[in-house]
């Protein structure tokens, strides 16, 4: 089960770097996003069955994402909200890089009995992941506790992306380690290991982070990826050298192919493995979610 954001991405991908207060040539794309819409369809895409709570407006955007994820297989567990608007996220992607102007939108309005209720009605759930941008907003922040509330009373392993480096700092690394204190895996990139943990190398920031979850990967992007465990055990793999087109989403396909191995009974290593294969390919086209 993902709980979390579903959106609109238009994703620009520039032909330069952006040219202040006149025009910058780009490939535009209107496609589905969200980090945990996008998670659950690379889950989808490897034939993991998975189950996506969020929500989406009552409108032909809302329509689109719905359609779209279920055509993936995602079985969707998702509350359309009337008079409000699906979430849409502008991307400007250049290289490794890309900057997100984000209107959240029905996200906000994802309420913890929706995910009580989906959690109660899904019994043969085994894990949860959970989205960081659901807890990093405080209107939807009471689904997002409930969510790994609920999720441990009935002995689902659990999962949580960091998602952000500045809604991080906003709310404090005090209070979002206090929120997922205890979580089964914590992923974070460098940015969002550095807000929580300090200016540290991947090994110590993940150290540091195990007194909070038990396990935490810290993802590198092209310098690869670090697996730390409580107990000391540190794992590190490559990223796949591949051409870049698109980073939007790879983190979201890396935390799939991540959670689907792990939750195989793969070890921390072939679980990273996966996980830079499922990364690659989504740097290697535009868009967060596996080409269809």
Not at 142 to 150: F, H, I, N
Request: net charge neutral; proline share 4%.
């Amino acid at each position: 089960m993902v709980v979390g954001d579903v959106v609109t991405d238009v994703v620009a991908v520039l032909a330069g770097g952006l040219t202040r207060g006149s025009d910058t040539p780009a490939a535009i794309r209107f496609t589905g996003g969200g980090q945990a819409a996008n998670t659950a369809s690379w889950l989808a895409a490897q034939g993991v069955p998975v189950t996506l709570v969020g929500a989406v407006g009552d409108d032909p955007a809302g329509r689109d994402r719905l359609a779209e994820l279920t055509a993936a297989g995602v079985d969707c567990a998702v509350d359309r909200v009337a008079g409000c608007a699906t979430g849409t996220v502008i991307v400007l992607a250049a290289g490794d890089e890309r900057t997100m102007i984000t209107e959240r939108g029905a996200n906000v309005r994802l309420r913890p009995g929706h995910v009580e209720a989906t959690l109660a009605g899904t019994p043969d759930a085994r894990h949860l992941h959970l989205s960081g941008y659901t807890l990093l907003d405080a209107d939807s922040r009471p689904a997002g506790l409930r969510a790994l509330a609920a999720a441990r009373q009935r002995g689902l392993t659990t999962s949580v992306d960091a998602a952000s480096a500045a809604p991080l700092r906003a709310v404090g690394p005090a209070s979002f380690l206090g929120w997922v204190r205890d979580v089964d895996l914590l992923l974070v990139n460098t940015d969002e290991a550095t807000v929580l943990a300090g200016g540290l190398d991947p090994p110590a920031q993940g150290r540091a982070l195990i007194a909070s979850a038990r396990r935490v990967v810290v993802k590198r992007g092209g310098a690869g990826a670090t697996w730390v465990d409580r107990d000391a055990s540190v794992v590190t793999s490559p990223a796949r050298r591949v051409a870049v087109l698109d980073v939007t989403g790879a983190g979201d396909a890396f935390a799939a192919g991540l959670l689907a191995a792990w939750l195989a009974g793969a070890t921390p290593s072939a679980a990273l493995h996966r996980a830079a294969d499922l990364g690659a390919a989504a740097v290697s086209q535009i868009g967060a979610r596996p080409a269809r």
